[in-house]
């Protein structure tokens, strides 16, 4: 019959003592006899007791033998140890693996702790920020990045979720997009990434958006005044070509005005600067340009909260709120009202132009603020839309901490609400 480690320990327990009893009784010595086995016995444990101290201790992976059952333990732990060993050897090499897969992300990466002392980089932030690799654990981050906009920002930065973009502190001409998130026990992750090629991409293709619509605007000006000297002649001139000429010479310059805006919009190095805007005076200027553009085909109601100023860029402002008041007109047929609303809120300031024209399909409304996107395409070639007036919204009211809301229903009309934090009150 087969037993256990310690099965078999404790039969042989059982008859070691019935044999020491019998001898014990035998010789008629009922304590000495038994005191002796029990000594003995204890004699044993204490002496394997030893050699499992000594063992765990030593570098020696071979286990101490011995018989019964604690020649088991002696295994079991072997055993365990060599598991233990393999799990060991096993997480050292997804840790190795794991740091080499950082190693090669071009981004760079910090892992800080509260104090924003420097507990972990990998290589590509030796190379964007300079680092020691000996001496910057531990290294406030703010002293390889000593920009004070940057010390702003990361006291915050866990509230806002904001990213920053500054120049990288070893190079000026590289320029740094720094994000922020926080991870287990306290420790928080930078990742810096080297944006610069993207923003030279960028501003290739903002000057030459910008040079193109510039070469286009005096062409297109001639040939507009030439067409519209036509349209009023009598002779030999087909009328219906010559409209259709001025319509499209028109659609196409308002296109190239509409890229010019964006991109003087784009232009931070050519911005004005934040001032006080008299938004009641602003809104009053754009309800009579409403009315000269309307003639007379719609009722206007403009509910403006006097006194009720903000602070941003003047020409911006002005520019998204005559696009969405030109879009209200546009979609709207003859006789429709157009709402337009200014004021604060309990958690906002807020300008919203309403109307009960045709409406945006459901599954539009996502993409209207995409560049050339068009609700569309036949009906925004009748009314002379681009495709690029809400993108110019989207794009101010992001660069003023603000938010757009659509609410459409195809037949019943729309409503754009921009939602501009209580900050920007005058």
Known sequence: ?????????????????????????????????????????????????????????????????????????????????????????QNHEIIDDFEALVDVIPDAILVIDNQGSILRFNRSAVRILGLNTLAAHGQPITEKISDPVFANWLSTADNQQTKLNISSPSDEN???????????????????????????????????VANVSHELRTPLTVLLGYLE?????????????????????????????????????QDASKQSGVVEIDVSA????????????????????????????????????ESAFQNIIVNAINYTPEQGTINVVWKETSDCLLFSVKDNGVGIPEQDIPRIVERFYRVGDDRNRETGGTGLGLAIVKHVLNSHGATLEVHSEPGKGSEFRCKFPLERRA
């Open 229 to 265: 000297v036509l349209k009023t002649r009598q002779g030999k001139a087909n009328p219906k070509v010559i409209k259709r000429m001025f319509n499209q010479a028109r659609q196409m310059h308002a296109l190239v005005e509409d890229l010019l805006e964006l991109s003087r919009i």
């Open 174 to 208: 590289i320029n740094l997009q720094i994000g922020i998130w926080p991870i287990r026990n306290n420790q928080r992750l930078l990742i810096l990434r080297d944006t610069t090629e993207l923003i030279n991409l960028n501003r290739m293709r903002h000057d030459l």
């Open 282 to 317: 602003m809104l009053s200027s754009l309800a009579e340009q409403a009315e000269d553009l309307s003639q007379g085909n719609h009722q206007f109601s403009f509910d403006v909260e006097p006194g009720l100023n903000l602070h941003g860029e003047q020409a911006d402002l």
């Open 1 to 89: 019959m087969n037993f256990s480690g310690w099965t078999n320990h404790l039969v042989r327990l059982v008859a070691g003592t019935a044999l020491t009893v019998l001898i014990a009784w035998w010789f008629g010595q009922l304590i000495l006899v038994p005191a002796m086995v029990l000594l003995f016995y204890l004699a044993w444990h204490l002496y394997n007791l030893m050699r499992l101290y000594q063992w765990s201790g030593s570098p020696d992976n071979t286990p101490p033998e011995s018989p019964g059952v604690w020649g088991e333990i002696f295994k079991r732990l072997s055993a365990l140890e060599n598991q233990a060993k393999d799990k060991n050897r």
